[in-house]
């Protein structure tokens, strides 16, 4: 009696500790709720980016395709996104979510530990958010100077509710079966990066190829808006991977350190090989290289120690490199080469984190071995197909209620007009707006050097 009394005294406290409620860490909470501000920045990083690549006629239309997901997104977020892609789905859990928390219900300044133990449930929530903002906004790039906006807010809205949510939830939710399968996606590799490229491939196949285009690429018509939206995309990417530790410890720190080495090592891979090949090292090719790097590192950045980190941004940036100057020879007009660069790296990104991922730089994760890379190559078809199909179908349908891309008029003449109703230079004597309008016409197209034109 007397030992089973001991017995009783002694797990008392570890009874009481476990009834206790979860402490939220102020520390913790500060990191989730910052990355997630630097997440948000990455948006309108993109649109720079993206239209710094495109012909003058057509910035203002492209960078609003970006700018426009943050408010589709971002309300569809609200209503039933996050609980399809995070709350349990009882019998369905393994491939989707149920709508327990719809209309944020029950998403509060508790935490939920499944999650996140030590932040409050709606700052998880947000950070979350701001990854299925940005992620149809990267499809835009395949689909700029001919898509209407009618078609794609369509489009955009379906695709983030029966694609995006679905594979957040099979990869990052505790009854995800990618995650039960032992798939490793630190920050989106999967999720992200390849879920939209898959997305823009198709996307640019249905549309079709751009009118009056002389050459496969254009000459990018705001080089510096292009570097900008790069420098953007970098510094929101430290909060895009460093915060997906949802805490302010080491692992944030591996994170954020790889961050910074793995596109570093990516932007110096491409540039070199733009030097070799073509004795000159353009700030587009810089700007593309490390946006390739950033890309293979996601999944990767918090299970991976600083060296694989380079070794990883390099290999994606020949890849991704290699897969722009091939992709005019396939006659596709992926306008900005969103699979040539997010596809490409992404999966190399998420193949290799099976191969260089250590226990002593995440016990969540495991070492890098055959088995591991085979898992994270059933993750990569998996999204693939499934992004592609779904995409797919969901194009056709939307073309059933309105045309998909926009009048050959509207598109020598340029898609901001036509569908924005602006334009991004006005010259200072010019009172009207038109197609006569001094300045509006077509420039001409030139050819871009292999490597210039990607996304």
């Known amino acids: 009696m007397k030992k089973r009394l001991a017995a009783i005294a002694l797990a008392l406290p570890a009874l009481a500790a476990a009834a206790e409620p979860v402490q939220i860490s102020a520390g913790d909470t500060a990191l989730v709720l910052v990355s997630a501000g630097l997440v948000l920045l990455m948006t309108p990083g993109l649109a720079f980016f993206y239209g710094g690549l495109v012909r003058a006629k057509n910035v203002v239309h492209t960078m609003n395709l970006s700018i426009v997901c943050m408010a589709i997104v971002g309300v569809l977020w609200t209503l039933v996104g996050y609980s399809l892609a995070f709350s349990p789905g009882g019998s369905l859990d393994k491939l989707i979510g149920g709508l327990s928390w719809a209309g944020l219900a029950g998403v509060g300044d508790a935490a939920e530990p499944s999650l996140a133990a030590t932040v409050p449930h709606s700052a998880f929530m947000l950070f979350q958010a701001m990854f299925a903002v940005i992620t149809p906004a990267l499809i835009s790039g395949a689909i700029v100077e001919r898509v209407r906006m009618k078609a794609y807010v369509l489009f955009i809205a379906l695709w983030s509710l029966l694609v995006y949510s679905p594979v957040a939830h099979w990869v990052w939710a505790p009854g995800g079966w990618l995650r039960n399968l032992g798939v490793l996606d630190f920050a989106g590799g999967t999720v992200v990066h390849i879920n939209a ?90 700007a593309s290289g490390a946006v390739a790097g950033m890309v293979a590192i996601t999944p990767a ?66 070492d890098g071995s055959l088995a591991l890379m085979a898992k994270q190559a059933v993750g990569v078809v998996t999204t693939l197909v499934f992004s592609g199909g779904a995409s797919f179908v969901i194009l056709k349908l939307v073309s059933l209620v309105t045309p998909l891309r926009s009048d050959e008029q509207d598109e020598w003449g340029g898609m901001d007009g036509s569908e924005a109703g602006e334009r991004g230079y006005i010259m200072a004597d010019e009172s009207t707006f038109g197609a006569g309008t001094p300045g509006h016409a077509t420039p001409p197209v030139a050819h871009a050097q292999p490597g210039h034109n990607v996304a």
């Open 197 to 286: 490229a898959a997305a823009a491939l198709v996307a640019a196949l249905v549309l079709g190829k751009r009118r009056g285009l002389r050459t496969p690429s254009v000459l990018p018509h705001n080089v510096p808006f292009a570097i900008l939206g790069a420098g953007l995309l970098w510094f929101g990417w430290l909060g895009f991977n460093g915060g997906s530790a949802l805490a302010a410890n080491g692992l944030a720190a591996s994170a954020f350190v790889n961050t910074f080495v793995a596109p570093a090592a990516a932007a110096l891979a491409w540039g070199l090989a733009e030097l070799f090949l073509h004795g000159k090292m353009s700030g587009v090719g810089l």
């Open 301 to 366: 950045a918090g299970f991976v120690r600083p060296v694989p980190a380079l070794l990883l941004g390099a290999l994606a940036a020949l890849a991704s490199f290699s897969a722009v100057r091939l992709r005019p020879k396939l006659g596709l007009d992926d306008s900005l080469d969103v699979f040539a660069v997010h596809g490409v790296a992404a999966t190399i990104g998420a193949v290799l984190t099976g191969a260089f991922a250590s226990l002593a730089v995440n016990s969540a994760g495991a």
